[in-house]
């Protein structure tokens, strides 16, 4: 299952208002999106903040709780390496977020998910 990344400004829109409702901050999906869709395992957050749109703090605030989780693990820095980068790890949380963004793009207008995302 693939999410057409970046999101356009209504499908952002949508999965923000939903992100923030569910999971208490607006990035939270989508970074899991990015992340989860990307062709190699490793991340750093300066691309994540690019990628989603957002401030790097907000993107590291995301990957610390990916980390905290269980889902995502800093590697260890290479000499020379400026950046820190992490790793995706294995988990049922980008297959569930793709399927839950999916249901929440997709969804008829009136629909109760409608009413989740729409909730202010």
Known sequence: MKIDL????TAR???RQASKTLYGHMHVMECILVIGQA?????YQ???AEA???NANQAGRVIDKLTSLGVAERV?????????YHRRL??????????QAMELLHRPAGSAVAK???HR
């Open 76 to 84: 260890p820095r290479d000499p020379g390496q400026s950046r820190d």
């Open 46 to 48: 300066a691309g994540l």
């Open 116 to 118: 989740l995302a729409d």
């Open 52 to 54: 989603v749109a957002c």
């Open 13 to 15: 829109e949508t999965l």
């Open 39 to 43: 062709e190699g395992e490793l991340f």
């Open 90 to 99: 294995p988990s049922v949380l980008w297959e569930t977020t793709a399927l």
């Open 6 to 9: 970046p999101l356009d400004r």
